[in-house]
């Protein structure tokens, strides 16, 4: 049995450091919606361009036509339209579902929904105490060493202006 890509993916040493890779709403571009967008299109579910799937990175361009560079001087790459457009419509869509869901049981379920956000609140209440209080003392402490650098700081001599 040939073991598949994704597993070897998994296994692979990375020197302690994350993989360099595209992502596209924080989801691998080439391991995760390439695959699938290729599936979509095999079923006849979308209808992207192959040049698309086959080049979804693509070189950036300022307006003047000339490659556009990044402040550290690499050339900037982008999502192919069509890749990025698509993923953008199922990010609304996925919302959109998410949101219908919330309100679905708001209205079915008032009642279990309020308690469960009293009940979340409740637990939530000494860590966001104890976020307070320790903010407090973090800011107290920064204020006080601020005061005690600017007592430190030389005065300036007043000069005499003679006109």
């Known amino acids: 049995m040939e073991t598949p890509n994704y597993i070897k993916s998994l296994i692979l040493p990375h020197n302690g450091q994350k993989p360099i890779t595209r992502r596209v709403w924080s989801i691998d571009l080439m391991m995760v919606w390439l695959p699938f ?6 079923a006849g579910e979308t209808n992207l361009p192959p040049d698309a799937l086959g080049a ?14 990044s402040k550290a ?32 049981v708001m209205n079915e379920m ?17 860590i966001t105490s104890n976020d307070r209080h320790q903010l407090d003392k973090a800011l107290a402490k920064a ?19 003679t006109a």
């Open 56 to 69: 979804p990175l693509r070189l950036a361009y300022n307006p003047d036509g000339s490659v556009k560079f």
């Open 73 to 104: 001087g690499r050339p900037v790459m982008k999502v192919a339209k069509d890749i990025a457009d698509t993923v953008r419509l199922m990010r609304d869509n996925f919302t959109a579902n998410l949101l219908s869901y919330t309100s679905d």
């Open 143 to 161: 204020t006080a060493e601020a005061i005690e650098q600017a007592g430190k700081k030389p005065k300036r001599e007043k000069v005499a202006v």
């Open 110 to 126: 008032p009642e279990e929904y309020k308690a469960q956000i009293e009940v979340a609140q409740s637990a939530g209440e000494p």
């Open 37 to 42: 967008l290729t599936a979509t299109n095999t």
